[in-house]
């Protein structure tokens, strides 16, 4: 399970996105995708070991987890490691505040030129980030960096666990490619996987599909495959397009409301191709701008469009979407939880066939009964954390996501 935890600035504000797509928002309104502004990225490994592996068998590992998004032939995101800056330095118990935020939240080393990779080879850093004994089941923990009313990082870091917990190489190198991902911008995702999995009874975690269909991006280690599914790939492809992405996708966007046409926030909007099954999502106002909004980034074929509620057990660091910070926001609040919609466009009963060509896009509104729908002009009241954080733009201290919301990675049971 991919479980970061909650760990809150007193005079921190930020808008945290969820799902399948950003997961911080930043600029003047608090509504614009957070990234890199260079997509070519230097991550500077240290010069420790690894637990029982050697600094450079652990420098083999990251460049393996880095190479799954580095292969995606519809982004420039170019993530390289630097061997030379602490070429000289084991970041360890005794000296790790001198290049990553201090536990406390109050010093974030955010102009160093550095994006530190930590080998912490016992675990006693983590357990100093989340308390005695936490390292014995948590894998790691990355973030990067933001000051506030900006919309690209200014540094990063990772930390990741060298105690032997057990995995496999497969699944080690995935957890670091997951929280790389965050590092880089990216949050969870849920695609069309059932919404009641739970982690302490039936239907259980990781069982309801194969385990090829579960995102990386996934809240829990559900993925065997040393691949990324098609829904980290149209993720990160939007958020970090190159020069072919156009031409390789399609667009679906589009509104999701109630009968009445008011907006449903945070829900799981995802599209499926009707011949591989293959899912891609986002969460609905994603960019909380409340209108229900969504936009999908596809592969051309032939799709059906749906929606369902976010899994109740992916609240707070484990969230998926910016309406899942606990239990009790809106995700899972009224009109939530839905059931599953499928779109039927205006013949109910026969789920509309939504034809996706690379390069063009197409607008659907549709409503929580399946039916498209026309809706009102949108309402100026808005009293979203996107005002809030437009109103203290122009403060500029360091916000991390990650020590907002700590991109922690611990193991299901």
Same mark, same amino acid.
């Given at each position: 399970?991919?479980?970061?935890?909650?760990?809150?600035?007193?005079?921190?504000?930020?808008?945290?996105?969820?799902?399948?797509?950003?997961?911080?928002?930043?600029?003047?309104?608090?509504?614009?995708?957070?990234?890199?502004?260079?997509?070519?990225?230097?991550?500077?490994?240290?010069?420790?070991?690894?637990?029982?592996?050697?600094?450079?068998?652990?420098?083999?590992?990251?460049?393996?987890?880095?190479?799954?998004?580095?292969?995606?032939?519809?982004?420039?995101?170019n993530l390289v490691i630097d061997q030379t800056q602490l070429s000289d330095v084991d970041i360890n118990l005794g000296n790790f505040e001198n290049y990553l935020p201090n536990p406390g939240g109050t010093v974030f080393n955010a102009n160093d030129n550095l994006n530190p990779v930590v080998y912490d080879s016992t675990g006693e850093i983590i357990d100093a980030f989340f308390g005695a004994g936490q390292s014995d089941s948590t894998i790691g923990f990355a973030a990067s960096i933001i000051t506030l009313g900006n919309i690209y990082f200014d540094e990063g870091y990772a930390v990741i666990n060298g105690k032997d917990l057990g995995l496999s190489d497969t699944t080690f190198k995935?957890?670091?490619?997951?929280?790389?991902?965050?590092?880089?911008?990216?949050?969870?995702?849920?695609?069309?996987?059932?919404?009641?999995?739970?982690?302490?009874?039936?239907?259980?975690?990781?069982?309801?599909?194969?385990?090829?269909?579960?995102?990386?991006?996934?809240?829990?280690?559900?993925?065997?495959?040393?691949?990324?599914?098609?829904?980290?790939?149209?993720?990160?492809?939007?958020?970090?397009?190159?020069?072919?992405?156009?031409?390789?996708?399609?667009?679906?966007?589009?509104?999701?409301?109630?009968? =009445? @046409? /008011?907006?449903? *926030?945070? #829900? $799981?909007?995802?599209?499926?191709?009707?011949?591989? !099954?293959?899912? &891609?999502?986002?969460?609905?106002?994603?960019?909380?701008?409340?209108?229900?909004?969504?936009?999908?980034?596809?592969? =051309? @074929? /032939?799709?059906? *469009?749906? #929606? $369902?509620?976010?899994?109740?057990?992916?609240?707070? !660091?484990?969230? &998926?979407?910016?309406?899942?910070?606990?239990?009790?926001?809106?995700?899972?609040?009224?009109?939530?939880?839905?059931?599953?919609?499928?779109?039927?466009?205006?013949?109910?009963?026969?789920?509309?066939?939504?034809?996706?060509?690379?390069?063009?896009?197409?607008?659907?509104?549709?409503?929580?009964?399946?039916?498209?729908?026309?809706?009102?002009?949108?309402?100026?009241?808005?009293?979203?954390?996107?005002?809030?954080?437009?109103?203290?733009?122009?403060?500029?201290?360091?916000?991390?996501?990650?020590?907002?919301?700590?991109?922690?990675?611990?193991?299901?049971?």
């Open positions: 399970m991919f479980k970061p935890t909650l760990f809150v600035s007193a005079l921190t504000f930020s808008s945290l996105s969820f799902a399948g797509g950003p997961l911080v928002l930043g600029g003047s309104t608090g509504t614009t995708p957070v990234t890199y502004q260079n997509p070519s990225i230097t991550l500077n490994v240290e010069n420790g070991d690894l637990g029982a592996l050697s600094n450079a068998a652990a420098d083999t590992l990251v460049l393996q987890a880095l190479a799954l998004w580095n292969n995606v032939s519809t982004s420039d995101i995935l957890l670091i490619a997951h929280e790389i991902g965050h590092f880089f911008g990216l949050d969870h995702t849920q695609v069309n996987i059932n919404n009641q999995e739970t982690d302490s009874g039936s239907p259980a975690l990781c069982g309801t599909r194969v385990q090829s269909d579960y995102p990386l991006m996934y809240p829990f280690v559900c993925r065997d495959e040393e691949s990324l599914h098609q829904d980290d790939i149209s993720a990160i492809s939007a958020l970090y397009p190159n020069a072919s992405t156009t031409s390789d996708f399609g667009t679906l966007q589009g509104r999701f409301v109630d009968t =009445a @046409g /008011n907006a449903i *926030l945070g #829900a $799981n909007i995802w599209a499926e191709n009707t011949v591989t !099954g293959e899912a &891609i999502s986002i969460v609905s106002d994603y960019l909380t701008q409340r209108t229900g909004f969504y936009k999908l980034s596809l592969p =051309a @074929g /032939n799709y059906t *469009l749906h #929606a $369902n509620s976010i899994n109740t057990l992916f609240n707070g !660091g484990s969230g &998926i979407g910016p309406y899942a910070n606990d239990i009790f926001d809106r995700s899972f609040t009224s009109p939530h939880p839905i059931t599953e919609v499928t779109f039927q466009g205006d013949t109910v009963g026969n789920d509309e066939i939504i034809t996706i060509t690379n390069g063009q896009s197409q607008s659907i509104d549709f409503a929580i009964d399946g039916k498209t729908t026309v809706i009102p002009a949108a309402s100026n009241d808005d009293d979203s954390l996107a005002d809030l954080f437009g109103s203290m733009s122009h403060i500029t201290l360091l916000a991390s996501a990650a020590l907002l919301m700590l991109g922690r990675l611990r193991l299901r049971s």
